[in-house]
């Protein structure tokens, strides 16, 4: 079992060298940013959330709760609660984390190089409160080509809202 699963990590993991251009922001440079104390962080979040969210960890492939998710709705960041990334922009893409072609907008997410693990990828974090969601490649689906793969407990689910009725 342990071989199936480091095969998995590293076929989705992005190993191959890429030359994307990586966009540096400064994480929580607007307003609303939202800035707290490790030990704050460790009492807000679950210990597995704060080793992902904080401490820049990885959850185990397909084992997330939003993996296979297919509800209509909003992923926004389980840390701060910002939405970062649409229903309508996830897919498939058979490595066991959420993949999406794109966020909601692009001021809700921030790049940074990640050389960790003797490899070269491209982090995305929170912009709003600088947590570690996962990392992004370009082998991702048209419109983009690209292909964010994101921890499922570095994320909370808001349905969509059901169509309002029309008035009698």
């Given at each position: ?7 998995v ?6 190993v191959?060298?890429?030359n994307r251009?990586?966009?540096?922001h400064g994480v929580?440079?607007g307003?609303?940013?939202v800035v707290?104390?490790e ?7 679950s210990?597995?959330?704060f ?18 998710h ?20 996830k897919?498939d893409?058979g490595?066991g984390?959420?993949?999406?072609w794109?966020a909601v ?6 790049f940074?190089e990640?050389t ?8 995305v974090?929170c912009r ?8 992004i490649f370009?082998?991702?689906?048209e419109p983009t080509?690209?292909?964010?793969c994101?921890?499922?407990?570095s994320l909370?689910?808001r349905?969509?809202d059901p169509?309002?009725?029309?008035p009698?």
């Amino acid at each position: 079992m342990g071989w199936t699963v480091a095969a998995v990590w590293l076929a989705c993991s992005g190993v191959q060298p890429h030359n994307r251009t990586v966009r540096r922001h400064g994480v929580g440079g607007g307003s609303g940013t939202v800035v707290k104390s490790e030990e704050e962080w460790r009492q807000t979040l679950s210990a597995e959330a704060f080793r992902v969210l904080r401490q820049k960890g990885t959850e185990a492939p397909f084992t997330g709760e939003y993996w296979n998710h297919r509800a209509a709705g909003t992923y926004a960041c389980a840390a701060c609660g910002q939405e970062l990334f649409a229903s309508t922009t996830k897919f498939d893409a058979g490595c066991g984390w959420p993949s999406f072609w794109d966020a909601v907008a692009p001021d809700r997410v921030e790049f940074r190089e990640d050389t960790s693990h003797g490899m070269v990828r491209t982090e995305v974090l929170c912009r709003r409160c600088g947590g570690h969601l996962g990392h992004i490649f370009p082998d991702g689906p048209e419109p983009t080509g690209q292909r964010y793969c994101i921890n499922s407990v570095s994320l909370s689910f808001r349905p969509a809202d059901p169509k309002p009725h029309a008035p009698r």
